[in-house]
């Protein structure tokens, strides 16, 4: 499975934007990037995904590099709701016959007033 | 609320005792997972289910754990004769299944501690 690369931690103050980079040197052409994210005491929720494309919803705007080796998750206007741990994952297509999600470590993101 | 619901929430036992969740998807979602989480870690893959079919498990998944999905709608993970190494967050998620790109949505978790 590829793997993704992301900082442990990064700091923000409210209502500025934050930037998330991960990296994922070894992605594959049918890899899709997705972003969850986890809330203190809660189970992971869905953020974003994509494939090539730069993407927007409500919530936040995924970046894609070019050559798709890393992307960035843009959060417009941090609150203090937003602060979780995001993680970067990888997923095949459903040629793959599973779509388990696998989880690194993340990025602890601390979103201060 | 129409969300992935757990149960329990939280269940402190005692090695070797034997200990059962529960897991409710979101109606229709025709997969569901399980996935275990420890402290300071990212989930981490389990098994799941395409309606009622177990179609893969993680090595993770010893020969104490076995999950069921009867019927194809709630699902049980028991683990037994537990070991202090169970003590996680056993956390189930849904998704409905057409491209393999669907968002999985996820239960709260149940927390587990073994003493």
């Known amino acids: 499975d590829a793997k993704t690369t992301q900082p442990n931690s990064m700091e923000s103050n409210e209502e500025e934007p934050v930037h998330l980079p991960c990296n994922h040197s070894?992605?594959?052409?049918?890899?899709?990037i997705h972003w969850y994210r986890q809330l203190p005491s809660q189970g992971p929720e869905y953020v974003i995904h994509g494939l090539t494309s730069n993407v927007n919803n409500r919530m936040a705007s995924l970046a894609i590099a070019e050559d798709r080796k890393s992307s960035t998750l843009i959060l417009h206007r941090a609150t203090l709701r937003d602060a979780a741990v995001y993680y970067c994952i990888l997923r095949g297509g459903l040629s793959y016959n599973t779509d388990k999600l696998i989880f690194g470590t993340g990025t602890r993101l601390q979103v201060f007033p | 609320d129409t969300g992935v619901s757990q149960d329990p929430r939280h269940k402190i036992t005692k090695r070797g005792q034997n200990v059962t969740f529960r897991c409710d998807p979101i109606s229709e979602h025709n997969r569901l997972y399980w996935y275990r989480q420890t402290l300071g870690q990212g989930p981490e893959f389990l098994t799941y289910?395409?309606?009622?079919?177990?179609?893969?498990k993680s090595r993770l998944l010893s020969d104490r754990f076995s999950a069921e999905r009867p019927k194809g709608s709630f699902s049980t993970l028991e683990i037994q004769r537990t070991e202090q190494g169970d003590s996680a967050m056993y956390l189930c998620a849904s998704s409905l299944v057409a491209t393999g790109q669907e968002t999985q949505y996820f239960g709260p978790g149940t927390r587990l501690l073994v003493l």
């Open positions: 070894t992605i594959s052409g049918t890899d899709y």
């Open positions: 289910f395409q309606n009622e079919a177990q179609l893969e």
